[in-house]
């Protein structure tokens, strides 16, 4: 017998108790479910917008929201012309279909493994803010070093952790997938320099290689003459190498954009701490006299700070940056430094120079 879905009586089913006040909130929930497991594909997905997914589900004979699963909708995103909006639009389907929010979780959801151009780069460095400290620990406690490491396995395992959930996990897979080897817009089948090309259009293409420690054959041709032509028109340098340029260069955000994010990442009193010693030069000790507490506990405040800061330079390409955006691309001038990020950051520049961060000319940080 065909269960037809309609909301409307949907709805006034669930307000039923579906068995004795002693039974278990888990046994009711399992019942609705085994309920929605029964409706059918073509009854819920009947929107224009699904026709793809209901001719996908026909091919392979599932007929019931019961055959679906993970495997399942893994299977249609890999389908060609099936993007994340129409997976997304799936998973919001189910989400409004089951009232057990967690079953359609465990059940359907699923994130893609990306394929990772710098497989080897530590995690402690690629999710350097804190709030990222519990993946980090978690991280460390499995044996996972390298973001290459991390799976789907892993990231469900992550999700389960009580105080984790969906959210927190989907903002560590859009950090993985700046990583993607085809993140940037377009699939690099063009040399398409985008918002940054007032600043790269006079240099080489050895010179960005060489910034951004990418081989080439010391290729002299300048960016502006080879701004929109195919890949494979461009002779001495490896398709794969102007692909990983492309994607670190239109990756690339302003020093000041990328401070600006580091000091976000503090909360107040890491911020005010930081301020107090770089700027105003105080004194652990005095600093603990202020907020109440240890001079060990504002050194560690200030370790954890500074470890953040110079992991978020690896991470961000910060030294190319400073190079593209003052010009000086075989080194970093203080002055023009100090000119794009502004004295208003200046406690920030004192970290650089005196924690002995970055090299500037003539100074050294």
């Not at 479910?33 to 589900?57: A, T």
């Not at 990328?258 to 990442?265: A, H, L, Y």
């Not at 470890?307 to 940056?321: A, Q």
Request: glycine residues 4%; proline residues 1%; charged residues 30%.
């Amino acid at each position: 017998m065909k269960t037809i879905y309609n909301k409307e009586s949907y709805n006034k089913a669930l307000e039923v108790p579906l068995s004795k006040k002693n039974n278990s909130e888990n046994k009711i929930n399992k019942e609705i479910n085994k309920k929605e497991d029964m409706f059918f594909i073509d009854d819920i997905f009947v929107d224009d917008k699904f026709y793809n997914f209901r001719r996908f589900c026909r091919i392979n004979k599932y007929k019931v929201l019961g055959d679906l699963n993970r495997d399942v909708i893994k299977q249609f995103e890999s389908t060609k012309g099936i993007g994340v909006g129409k997976i997304d639009a799936i998973l919001s389907k189910l989400k409004e279909i089951y009232s057990d929010r967690e079953y359609v979780l465990n059940k359907f959801y699923h994130f893609n493994h990306v394929n990772i151009s710098n497989a080897n780069q530590e995690i402690i460095y690629v999710f350097w803010q804190d709030k990222y400290n519990k993946f980090k620990e978690f991280c460390k406690e499995n044996s996972i070093k390298y973001i290459g490491q991390i799976d789907n396995n892993l990231l469900f395992k992550f999700k389960n952790i009580k105080g984790v959930g969906e959210g927190k996990v989907r903002d560590i897979v859009s950090i993985l997938e700046c990583y993607a080897m085809d993140n940037v817009n377009g699939n690099y089948e063009v040399f398409d320099v985008k918002d940054i090309y007032p600043f790269v259009k006079d240099l080489s293409l050895a010179n960005l290689c060489n910034i951004f420690e990418i081989e080439n054959n010391e290729n002299n041709v300048l960016i502006k003459d080879i701004q929109g032509k195919n890949l494979e028109d461009i002779k001495n340098i490896n398709k794969d190498n102007l692909k990983k340029l492309l994607k670190k260069i239109n990756l690339l955000k302003s020093p000041n954009t990328i401070i600006e994010n580091f000091q976000m990442s503090l909360d107040d009193r890491t911020k005010n701490i930081l301020f107090l010693r770089y700027h105003k030069y105080k004194t652990l000790q005095d600093i603990a006299n202020k907020y109440g507490i240890t001079r060990e506990r504002v050194r560690q405040i200030i370790f954890i700070a500074i470890n953040n800061l110079k992991s978020m330079i690896i991470i961000e390409n910060f030294v190319p940056s400073i190079k593209i955006y003052t010009g000086d691309i075989n080194h970093i001038n203080y002055d023009k430094f100090i000119k794009i990020v502004g004295k208003d950051k200046s406690y920030i520049i004192n970290i650089l120079i005196k924690e002995e961060i970055i090299k500037f000319n003539n100074i050294y940080c």
